[in-house]
């Protein structure tokens, strides 16, 4: 079965963790800079500015089995992708593995790379 599904460039979560007990709106998009690249934006209701991640070649958010929103970004230099959480960007371990990379030649990358392409098609 394949963990992710519905890539897109831009995304609204309606139930986000606000902190505490608050949950409210957050708003993801990919700001594509050229020459640079892609990155993930992240902005809740509650924020002032945007957090921004680190740029990548190609990026797009997806969503998991598990109900769970995540990024998956293209490496500017090296074949691989890696998947992270939207929550704080940080890297988030696939189903039976202890990793959050996928290199050229891994069994799922050329799935996470048609995924991240049909989202910018």
């Known amino acids: ?9 831009e995304k609204t979560l309606e139930d986000y963790p606000l902190g505490g007990s608050r949950r409210g709106k957050c708003k ?6 050229p020459k640079k690249g892609q990155r993930a934006m992240k902005q809740t209701e509650a924020a002032r500015k945007p ?3 680190t740029y990548s070649a190609r990026a797009a958010f997806v969503d998991r ?5 995540y990024l ?5 230099q090296y074949p691989m992708i890696t998947v992270s959480r939207v ?19 891994d069994a ?14």
Not at 28 to 33: F, K, Q, Y
Not at 65 to 69: E, F, H, L, P, V
Not at 72 to 76: E, F, K, V
């Open 51 to 53: 957090t921004a991640d």
């Open 65 to 69: 089995s598990d109900g769970k929103t």
């Open 28 to 33: 993801l998009w990919l700001e594509i800079v």
């Open 1 to 9: 079965m394949l963990p992710f599904s519905n890539p897109t460039k």
């Open 87 to 105: 929550t704080d960007f940080k890297n988030a371990n696939l189903p039976d593995s202890n990793s959050a990379t996928v290199h050229q030649g």
């Open 108 to 121: 799922l990358y050329d799935t996470l790379l048609a995924l991240i392409n049909q989202a910018h098609s």
């Open 72 to 76: 998956l970004t293209l490496a500017q």
